[in-house]
């Protein structure tokens, strides 16, 4: 497990604490867990097993029903 170090000021440093403390976790841990989670590239397992869960939700088409025609838009 690697070691770094960081340099915050005063009050970065008191908002940190604070919320390890919520989190219940040491301050070392919640840095972890905030690289980790602003750091994802997959969708969770959670939201993918909820797609089409839905079903009342309207379709694309009766979302854009009443909007008129897109208009031409030029080619790049």
Known sequence: MGQITIYLDSNSEKILRRRAKEKKLSVSKYVSVL?????????????IDSVGTWSDYPLVAELRTGYGDDIRRDKL
Not at 36 to 47: A, D, G, Y
């Open 35 to 47: 690289v980790r989670e602003k750091n994802i590239s997959e969708w969770p397992e959670e939201l």
